[in-house]
């Protein structure tokens, strides 16, 4: 039986869907508790979030979950030679405010940002930030979430479950009749039709993209993707799907891929023998082995 429940949380829909016979509500509520704290501690729109007092104050003391964050932030900062970066201050593109207030303005275009992650110090739980650091932690810590739910779906035993945080999501399904679940990607292209379906099991899929959260300042238009090396938006990419173990490791794998830009791209999936589905803006499309054997759908 299909149990299924969507919330908006951290600025996007969650849906947890667990297929058992029993309710399983107060599970798929504990759930949402995971991703309600996480927001409680690292929005940067809540003053009172470890996250905005940190950046406030320089240096503070935070939980071990905000220690384990960091650190995995500061392990794919390399593994993407430092285009996956946190301290990318979209603030400089006019995006100060929450998305949804669609307030967007020029006023911290010369903001003077330090972008050397290497140099934030983390002793025990405390963590002190330089002249010009200022964190972003959203984007890792709603696919955090989204491995966290596993964690605790696994412990209470559930076999077969999808979470899906605006589209990172991981699936876990056993089938003793070989049947899998469905994953569908949108297309960048074409509003509300679905570009390919993947047939997956007991992995995390995340699809990045540069289509959505955007905005006009002054006629010209931005996103919320950086090229850290740039500081400015790279539209090479309009939209990456990534297969991995982890959803923290697939999106944040493909957010620096956009950063990247393509040639680069295929040379890191390539490398790090990752499985992916890149869509280009000129609407050119590349595709690992493994994403053209699995896919039903590829228009």
């Given at each position: 039986m299909e149990h299924s429940k969507t919330k908006h949380v951290m600025g996007t829909e969650i849906t947890i869907t667990i297929f058992w016979e029993e309710d399983p509500n107060q599970?798929?509520?504990?759930?949402?508790?995971?991703?309600?704290?996480?927001?409680?501690?690292?929005s940067r729109f809540i003053s009172e979030s470890s996250l905005s007092i940190l950046n406030k104050k320089r240096t503070c003391e935070v939980s071990n979950t905000f220690?384990?964050?960091?650190?995995?932030?500061?392990?794919?900062?390399?593994?993407?030679?430092?285009?996956?970066?946190?301290?990318?201050?979209?603030?400089?593109?006019?995006?100060?405010?929450?998305?949804?207030s669609n307030e967007f303005k020029q006023e911290d275009a010369e903001l003077q940002v330090n972008l050397d992650l290497e140099t934030i110090e983390i002793q025990g739980n405390t963590v002190s930030l330089h002249e010009g650091q200022n964190l972003d932690l959203g984007g890792?810590?709603?696919?955090?979430?989204?491995?966290?739910?596993?964690?605790?779906?696994?412990?209470?035993?559930?076999?077969?479950?999808?979470?899906?945080?605006?589209?990172?999501?991981?699936?876990?399904?056993?089938?003793?009749?070989?049947?899998?679940?469905?994953?569908?990607?949108?297309?960048?292209?074409?509003?509300?039709t679905i570009f390919a379906t993947i047939n997956v099991e007991n992995t995390a899929i995340a699809t990045s993209?540069?289509?959505?959260?955007?905005?006009?300042?002054?006629?010209?238009?931005?996103?919320?993707?950086?090229?850290?090396?740039?500081?400015?938006?790279?539209?090479?990419?309009?939209?990456?799907?990534?297969?991995?173990?982890?959803?923290?490791?697939?999106?944040?794998?493909?957010?620096?891929?956009?950063a990247m830009g393509l040639k680069k791209t295929l040379e890191f999936l390539r490398k790090n023998h990752i499985e992916g589905l890149i869509m280009c803006t000129n609407k050119k499309i590349y595709a690992t082995t493994w994403m053209k054997k699995y896919a039903i759908q590829y228009l």
């Open positions: 599970d798929i509520e504990k759930v949402f508790d995971i991703f309600h704290d996480l927001e409680e501690e690292f220690i384990d964050v960091l650190k995995k932030c500061k392990n794919i900062y390399t593994d993407t030679n430092f285009y996956f970066n946190p301290l990318i201050n979209v603030r400089q593109l006019g995006y100060s405010k929450d998305f949804h890792i810590v709603k696919w955090y979430g989204v491995d966290k739910a596993k964690e605790y779906l696994d412990e209470a035993g559930y076999k077969n479950y999808i979470v899906d945080a605006g589209g990172d999501i991981f699936t876990a399904w056993t089938n003793d009749e070989g049947g899998k679940i469905v994953v569908g990607i949108n297309s960048p292209y074409t509003k509300d993209g540069n289509y959505k959260r955007k905005w006009t300042i002054e006629n010209k238009e931005y996103n919320h993707i950086i090229n850290p090396m740039t500081t400015e938006n790279n539209n090479e990419i309009i939209s990456i799907t990534l297969i991995a173990e982890t959803c923290y490791i697939a999106d944040a794998y493909a957010t620096a891929c956009i």
